[in-house]
C-alpha cells in the first residue's frame, strides 16, 4: 500500500531531523545553516528566482524533501504556479538534454569501439 503523502509531515521530519543532526554535529549542521542561508539571500538573483532555481534542481535530482522544501519556498516567495511549471521544464529539458547529449558524445562512440 502507498503511504499518503504530506507536504507538512515532510517538512516536520526534515526540521526535526535537521535539529538532531544539528545537535550531534554543532559545526557542521551550524556551518550547513549559514551556507544555505547565504546562497538563498538576495543578490544578483532574488529570493524568488533562487527558489525556482532549488525548485527546478530538486525536480531534477528527484529529491522529495526538497521539492516540498522550494515549493513552499516558491509560495512563500509569491511564485505563480505557470513560474514554477516553465522553471521545472527548464529541469526537464536539461534532464532529456545530459542524455542527449551523453549519447552522442560518449556512448556512441563507445559502441563503435566495442564492435571493433
Aim: charged content about 20%.
Amino acid at each position: 500500500m502507498m503511504e499518503e503523502y504530506s507536504a507538512d509531515g515532510v517538512l516536520q521530519s526534515y526540521k526535526e531531523s535537521i535539529g538532531q543532526f544539528t545537535e550531534q554535529m554543532p559545526e557542521i549542521g551550524s556551518g550547513f545553516h549559514s551556507f544555505t542561508e547565504s546562497c538563498f539571500a538576495d543578490g544578483a538573483l532574488d529570493g524568488k528566482q533562487k527558489q525556482l532555481i532549488a525548485l527546478a534542481v530538486s525536480v531534477y535530482a528527484n529529491d522529495k524533501t526538497c521539492m516540498t522544501f522550494h515549493a513552499k519556498g516558491c509560495v512563500d516567495a509569491g511564485c505563480t504556479e505557470q513560474e514554477v511549471l516553465e522553471a521545472c521544464s527548464v529541469a526537464a529539458a536539461l534532464g532529456s538534454g545530459a542524455v542527449m547529449s551523453r549519447t552522442v558524445t560518449c556512448l556512441s562512440g563507445m559502441f563503435q569501439q566495442f564492435q571493433k
